[in-house]
């Protein structure tokens, strides 16, 4: 079965303080892994999909890596906006290919100005 | 159009009442989901509709019933609700089965 933990539940941070979320995942042959921001009470925005392992993207203060074990969603100075919740979710190859992403609970990230 | 969008965006209704959801996008994607969302939680896929056919049932209670009518439309018809159902109701679409872009939601409460 599908996996995907995030860690930490929580971070809060100071405007301007750099840090990391951790996406680690187990599935049986990754398709796809799947980073998104979500503000209270509305829909995940998408930010950025990883394929293959050493792959990276990048989107303004966020970039995003992959392993085979583990994604990272870097935030370079973080700004009050940046406050969201950011959900990982990972595709598994075969079946349907339009198929269901698992979902991790998700890192509630505070940044305080 | 590069969006997805859902009609209500709240809607409270009784246990007897019958209700519809609407998604729509014109972004030719042909494939559509319904998601489930609690508080505090991830969101839980309900159904997926490829090529307007439902591809995917992930069990869910016959009291909600979801329609493609179309390419760029998708229901899902509420009936005899519980108030446990009570959550946000995300749709998403996908072009190739990777990227799902969501709409807003719609805020569900049964009374």
């Known amino acids: 079965e599908d996996q995907v933990t995030q860690s930490p539940e929580a971070l809060r941070l100071q405007e301007g303080e750099s840090s990391s979320l951790n996406c680690s995942y187990t599935?049986?042959?990754?398709?796809?892994l799947f980073w998104y921001r979500q503000d209270p009470g509305k829909g995940p925005e998408f930010l950025f999909t990883l394929y293959s392992a050493g792959e990276e993207k990048e989107k303004e203060r966020l970039k995003a890596t992959l392993t085979k074990k583990e994604s990272f969603l870097h935030i370079t100075a973080p700004k009050p906006e940046d406050s969201a919740t950011y959900l990982c979710?990972?595709?598994?190859?075969?079946?349907?290919?339009?198929?269901?992403?698992?979902f991790g609970q998700g890192t509630i990230l505070t940044v305080h100005p | 159009d590069t969006e997805v969008t859902q009609t209500p965006k709240h809607l409270v209704m009784g246990m007897t009442n019958k209700k519809s959801l609407k998604c729509e996008q014109h972004m030719g994607h042909r494939a559509m989901y319904w998601y489930k969302q609690k508080a505090k939680k991830p969101p839980e896929l309900m159904f997926v509709?490829?090529?307007?056919?439902?591809?995917i049932n992930e069990s869910v209670p016959s009291r909600f019933s979801p329609e493609c009518p179309n390419s760029s439309l998708l229901n899902l018809h509420l009936h005899a609700l519980q108030p446990e159902d009570s959550a946000l109701y995300l749709c998403?679409?996908?072009?190739?089965?990777?990227?799902?872009?969501f709409g807003p939601g719609t805020r569900l409460t049964v009374l």
């Open positions: 979710a990972v595709q598994a190859k075969g079946g349907t290919s339009y198929g269901k992403l698992t």
């Open positions: 599935v049986s042959g990754l398709r796809g």
């Open positions: 509709y490829s090529y307007e056919k439902l591809s």
């Open positions: 998403a679409s996908s072009l190739s089965g990777n990227e799902q872009f």
